[in-house]
């Protein structure tokens, strides 16, 4: 048993101590590897990396696991057949909203300017607030992504 007892209103705590990873249906698979791997950077799992529980659907072509540098994972599932309700990514189709990734205020600009070059469709344009400043854009399946910063120093 945990150290920390589940309370009986919810789980106490602390007790989820991180994102264990994160599951994308994806319709086109390579187009998807491009964006994760290529565009934002992320590491693709290979070989002895990957999961014993993925590696069939690895070899098969059915999933593609990413990590990021903080260790999240971010496993990508082929879905040719998906269609969102409607065509328009502004009209949500899932119950997830974005999904945001940070980076070091002093990189935010230049990472922005890479989404741009890349003429990947946008959501929105850089938005700041006292919590730092966000960009909005959207991955080869219409999913929403943001790419944030903290704010800079005084």
């Known amino acids: 048993m945990s150290e920390q007892k589940v309370e009986s209103l919810g789980i106490a705590a602390g ?16 187009a998807s590897r491009h964006f994760y791997g290529k565009i934002l950077g992320l590491h693709e799992l290979e070989g002895e990396e990957v999961p014993s529980t993925l590696i069939k659907l690895k070899a098969s072509g059915k999933v ?6 903080d260790g999240t994972i971010i496993d990508l599932f082929a879905e040719p057949d998906l269609f969102p309700p409607d065509p328009n990514p502004d009209k949500q189709f899932t119950r ?7 980076i070091a205020a002093e990189l935010f600009d230049d990472a922005v300017e890479v989404i741009r070059q890349h003429e990947i469709a946008i959501a929105s344009d850089v938005v700041t607030r006292p ?3 966000g960009f909005y854009f959207y991955d080869p399946d219409g999913f929403m992504i943001e790419i944030r910063c903290d704010p800079l120093p005084e």
């Open 15 to 30: 007790n989820l101590r991180q994102i264990h990873h994160i599951a994308f249906n994806v319709k086109d698979m390579e």
């Open 131 to 133: 919590t730092g400043r």
């Open 96 to 102: 997830a909203n974005h999904l945001a990734f940070g």
């Open 64 to 69: 593609t696991n990413f990590k990021t540098p």
